[in-house]
T-cell receptor
Framework: EAGVVQSPRYKIIEKKQPVAFWCNPISGHNTLYWYLQNLGQGPELLIRYENEEAVDDSQLPKDRFSAERLKGVDSTLKIQPAELGDSAVYLC????????????FGPGTRLTVL | RKEVEQDPGPFNVPEGATVAFNCTYSNSASQSFFWYRQDCRKEPKLLMSVYSSGNEDGRFTAQLNRASQYISLLIRDSKLSDSATYLCVVNLGGKLIFGQGTTLQVKP
């Protein structure tokens, strides 16, 4: 069974440029998560989707970050404009449902903002 | 105060050693608990869940003390392949909250 797929794996951009990350969760997983992981830290939740509905976006900096999961399958996370402090690894994860099920992570997108 | 606190290490141990990691969490309403493993430049993967009665998976033993809000992971007979970062994770209302991780380096 295919795991969580993310692209691109690496992205280098200049500050103030836009950037987008794509995630395709494990087939049949209704819950999708976007996390941010800074070096030497654990992942921090940005947003959680139940099917196509964003049910927890309290940690998403909405002035510059946006996300969508239009058909309840794959998802896109966008930053516009990017700032130097956005350099991090952006991880996507999915689970069958949000209640206690194991979350499976994708390989992440490593973003460098110059 | 962080919601989940871990000693970042690194812990440098020889092969065959026993090593223990500790973790504390601040919210008593936390519902379930896990250890995830993250290899260098890879994604986190579930290592094991942690139950109040304690649970074991081969060389790994996890313990939970709800009264003290304390979680531990014991690794016996360390292998070179155990070198990784171990993330303590609590589930609070369906949201996973990760500690910063403890780095283990097992040396020959």
């Amino acid at each position: 069974e295919a795991g969580v797929v993310q692209s691109p794996r690496y992205k280098i951009i200049e500050k103030k440029q836009p950037v987008a990350f794509w995630c395709n969760p494990i087939s049949g997983h209704n819950t999708l998560y976007w996390y941010l992981q800074n070096l030497g830290q654990g992942p921090e939740l940005l947003i959680r989707y139940e099917n196509e509905e964003a049910v927890d976006d309290s940690q998403l900096p909405k002035d510059r970050f946006s996300a969508e999961r239009l058909k309840g399958v794959d998802s896109t996370l966008k930053i516009q404009p990017a700032e130097l402090g956005d350099s991090a690894v952006y991880l996507c994860a999915s689970s069958l449902s949000f209640t206690y099920n194991e979350q499976f992570f994708g390989p992440g997108t490593r973003l460098t903002v110059l | 105060r962080k919601e989940v606190e871990q000693d970042p290490g690194p812990f440098n141990v020889p092969e065959g050693a026993t090593v223990a990691f500790n973790c504390t969490y601040s919210n008593s309403a936390s519902q379930s608990f896990f250890w995830y493993r993250q290899d260098c430049r890879k994604e986190p993967k579930l290592l094991m869940s942690v139950y109040s009665s304690g649970n074991e998976d081969g060389r790994f033993t996890a313990q939970l003390n709800r009264a003290s809000q304390y979680i531990s992971l014991l690794i016996r007979d360390s292998k070179l392949s155990d070198s990784a970062t171990y993330l303590c994770v609590v589930n609070l209302g369906g949201k996973l909250i990760f500690g910063q991780g403890t780095t283990l380096q097992v040396k020959p």
